[in-house]
């Protein structure tokens, strides 16, 4: 792409509509794969076709004719791109080479083609064939004075199949150090829902949108990272229902939305108005306006109304009492000051909750990565629970999953703390002593490094050193590993921040033909609402010297264990003999998994919450106390900004499309900071500002930022915006959800550092 000037333009159009139509042509052009696209986005989701390798969201039960959207046709676009990088291009370019390029660059590359190694002597990759590279992966591992000096990193797009086997033999090798991408993500609703409802998981099914009768929608920006979504909601606001959008930013998608699969909308130009209340939310606001509504719910009933749902928190809960005076305890002051939300907007908020009669609690990133994200979801449930919205229809809480199989990994095994029970069932089944000591998360992953008690790396799928806090202390914790493989599409910054020695993997794609001795394979992956679905890929693989993640895994596995009694081998042929061993390892969940996902939509797996069912050492939901008003830790400095780290509409994680934003207004520059105006004068800074970024942190590290231009954009005072991954090396790997370790992403204490130019106006 030629280097374009940034621009910046407010977008005052509804989100969709025909500039998403516009910028779907686009990106199949680019990619040269306009008739092979537009072929493979006709089977996407459907029956018998593959999964979309983009977002979790599941598959409309509406029939309609296209089921993808903007951003899963960017996703299968850069899949299916004509371009390639082959051995020729390692051939040109040494490693620090590749190391001045940008990442848009590297991805723009194309699909990798063969196995590689990195040659010291020459500072390049090298083709090595696959038997070598296995049997390197095999001396690393074995030469290890103990299995806990390696780490196995999994990323979300991973089929439940590949992550199982990859479960399996990682415990076989005898270590749970799991750091996967679910850590730096919905680790807090799989850690701290659990402790509310007794399940880590979603409680809505798709029906649900269609009977619920408010609908809140919490710190995700649905328009852009579950697009699929918007439907559901442009259908609720079409039959009256109300949507009420807690964000620091005006999401243009929550505001007004064109439906590009409408075509009387399209057709007409016209729109939907999605916020029915917007709650402009101060960041980490979001624990003081949830206790500000449920205040204004107390004292409702305490003036004679009848709005709790009493039966509900008889029969299924406990800790009601203490949990509502706690809340009772906080002053419409603080409420109003923390949240940064009036008193009068909590009001509304609380009505349209008090009048309807089933309601869902959408959530995402802007709710997880805070230092008490867990804790901020268990109180969301206990919001639900005081309206009893669980196990009945239109009503429930619904993290909306990052990864189209982040969910399905875990379930089948990708846990750094697995319980006896699971440990016990895969020892009765593959016949080994698994370790029952609890492994890595990611923060614990990148500590081992740091350390030296690391020294082997694998990832599996995903971008590990982009993704994780503080850019440079994972960089140089990478580069002191014994090895690093990358087992990949694509080309990225983690295969140039290597090992001494250094693998990468190149896999066949999602919606690529996966042909085994025993015919073509599918795969099955579970969606943010715990339907499993099969996937099966239909374009030829971008080289006939990709392999399987599945084979992958394990050729790996019988290289490292040479003796092992599991026939590794023959879970290569046959998936179904994969899917036999997860239901034996799994059969209260997984039973009779061969069979169920012959029907083409897939089986839906139980969710006790949903049948009043409560897997709690109680038995009971319970009212969880979260004392206070904060989500992160207040700084008394006046200088202090919070800076929250999100994605742009052009970027899937790591991966850029572009380096535009086209619903924030802005064009051909990622590094901005979204800013309230006065806060900007506050602090002498003229418009578009460039400035340096310094982290506030009481750990002797300076952590800053240079060359990020300064924008007027309506945020809360005290809150900016910018994007990830350019702004990781400002998080601190320390920052973390105090429950489950996940990066406080959304909520990085900064200060303006310098002031580089004086912009222009
Ligand atoms: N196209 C595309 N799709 C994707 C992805 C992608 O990168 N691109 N990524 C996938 C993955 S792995 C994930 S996890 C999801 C992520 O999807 P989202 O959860 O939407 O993630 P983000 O873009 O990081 O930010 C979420 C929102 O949180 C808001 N926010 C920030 N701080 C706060 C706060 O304190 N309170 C509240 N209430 N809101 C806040 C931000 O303004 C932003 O709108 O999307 C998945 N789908
Ligand atoms: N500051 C900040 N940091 C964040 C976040 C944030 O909001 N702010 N979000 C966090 C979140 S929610 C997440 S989920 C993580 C994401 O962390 P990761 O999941 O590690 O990162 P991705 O960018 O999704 O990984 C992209 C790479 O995956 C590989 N890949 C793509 N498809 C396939 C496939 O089918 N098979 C295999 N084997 N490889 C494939 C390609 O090589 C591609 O380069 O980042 C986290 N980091
Ligand atoms: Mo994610």
């Not at 850690?191 to 619920?212: C, E, H, N, Y």
């Not at 780290?645 to 535009?660: A, C, E, G, K, V």
Request: glycine share 8%.
């Amino acid at each position: 792409m030629a280097e374009q000037k940034p621009r910046f333009e407010p977008y005052n159009h509804p989100a969709g509509g025909w500039g998403a139509a516009k910028a779907t042509a686009k990106v199949l052009l680019e990619q040269s794969v306009v008739a092979k696209g537009s072929r493979a986005l006709l089977s996407m989701n459907k029956p018998g076709g593959f999964k979309c390798p983009s977002c979790a969201f599941p598959d409309p039960d509406r029939e309609k004719s296209l089921e993808f959207c903007e951003n899963g046709a960017k996703a299968l676009a850069v899949e299916a791109t004509k371009k390639r990088v082959t051995r020729a291009f390692f051939e040109q370019h040494t490693v620090t080479e590749l190391m001045a390029q940008s990442d848009y660059w590297l991805e723009e590359q194309g699909r990798l083609t063969e196995p590689m190694r990195y040659d010291s002597a020459t500072d390049r990759y090298v083709p090595v064939s696959w038997d070598d590279a296995y049997a390197m992966i095999g001396d690393h591992l074995r030469a290890l004075d103990n299995p806990d000096q390696a780490e196995f990193y999994t990323s979300g797009r991973t089929s439940n199949e590949a992550a199982f086997l990859y479960s399996i033999f990682v415990r076989a090798y005898g270590t749970n150090n799991f750091p996967d991408c679910s850590n730096m993500c919905h680790e807090p609703t799989s850690r701290g829902l659990p402790m509310s409802i007794g399940m880590g998981k979603g409680t809505i099914v798709m029906s649900d949108f269609d009977k619920a009768e408010a609908i809140f929608v919490i710190g995700q920006n649905t328009g852009t990272n579950s697009p699929r979504m918007m439907s559901n909601l442009v259908h609720a606001r079409k039959h009256g229902v109300p949507i009420v959008v807690v964000n620091p930013m005006p999401e243009r998608a929550l505001i007004r939305f064109t439906e590009p699969q409408d075509p009387v909308q399209m057709a007409t130009f016209g729109s939907t108005a999605i916020a029915s209340e917007f709650v402009h939310i101060r960041i980490g606001g979001d624990l003081a306006f949830i206790k500000g509504v449920m205040k204004a719910l107390f004292e409702r009933e305490n003036a004679g109304e009848n709005i709790l749902d009493r039966d509900f928190i008889a029969e299924h809960t406990t800790g009601f009492d203490a949990m509502r005076e706690e809340v009772m305890t906080r002053s419409w002051d603080d409420i109003t000051r923390i949240s940064g939300i009036g008193e009068e907007q909590i009001r509304r908020v609380a009505d349209i909750y008090a009048r309807s009669r089933a309601t869902i609690v959408c959530y995402g990133m802007g709710i997880t990565q805070h230092q008490q994200g867990a804790r901020m979801i268990q109180q969301l449930a206990s919001f639900l629970m005081l309206r009893g919205n669980f196990g009945k229809p239109g009503a429930g809480i619904a993290p909306i999953r990052g990864h189209s199989n982040v969910q399905g990994d875990r379930t089948v095994g990708i846990d750094e703390k697995p319980t006896p029970a699971y440990l016990d069932r895969v020892r009765d089944v593959f016949g080994f002593e698994p370790p029952r000591e609890h492994g890595h998360h990611v923060v614990e992953s990148i500590k081992a490094m740091i350390a030296g008690t690391a020294k082997v790396f694998i990832g599996l799928g995903g971008n590990f050193i982009h993704a994780v806090p503080d850019t440079p202390v994972a960089y140089e914790a990478m580069r002191r590993l014994n090895l690093t493989v990358g087992i990949a599409t694509k080309l990225n910054r983690g295969h140039l921040v290597h090992g001494r020695d250094a693998l990468i993997l190149p896999v066949i794609a999602r919606s690529e033909i996966d042909r085994q001795k025993g015919g073509v394979q599918f795969i099955t992956i579970e969606d943010a609402m715990s339907n499993v679905t099969s996937s099966k890929g239909i374009l030829e693989p971008a080289s006939a010297n990709l392999r399987s993640e599945i084979e992958i895994v394990c050729r790996i596995a019988r290289a490292t264990l040479p003796d092992s009694a599991i026939p590794w081998e023959s879970y290569i042929d046959d998936y179904d003999l994969i899917r036999d061993k997860i239901a034996a390892v799994y059969p209260n969940i997984y039973e009779g998994f061969v069979e169920k996902i012959q029907d083409p939509k897939g089986f839906h797996l139980d969710i006790a919450p949903r049948r009043r069912v409560w897997l709690t050492p109680s038995g009971k939901a319970n009212f969880l106390l979260f004392p206070g008003l904060d989500v992160d830790d207040p700084i008394d400095d006046p200088a202090m900004l919070r800076l929250s780290t999100i994605r742009s509409h052009d970027q899937f994680n790591t991966t850029i499309y572009s380096n535009s934003d086209r619903y924030r207004g802005v064009y051909n520059d990622r590094m901005i900071l979204f800013m309230n105006a006065q806060d900007r004068a506050d602090r002498g800074l003229p418009p578009k500002a460039r400035v340096a970024l310094e982290t506030i942190a009481e750990d002797g590290i300076t952590r800053r930022v240079d060359g990020l231009t300064v924008l007027d954009y309506p945020m809360p005072r005290g809150a900016i915006a910018g994007y990830y991954p350019e702004l990781n090396p400002l998080l601190p790997l320390g920052h973390f959800d105090e429950i489950s370790g996940t990066p406080a992403a959304k909520s990085i204490p900064v200060r303006i550092a310098a002031i580089e130019t004086a912009g222009t106006a």
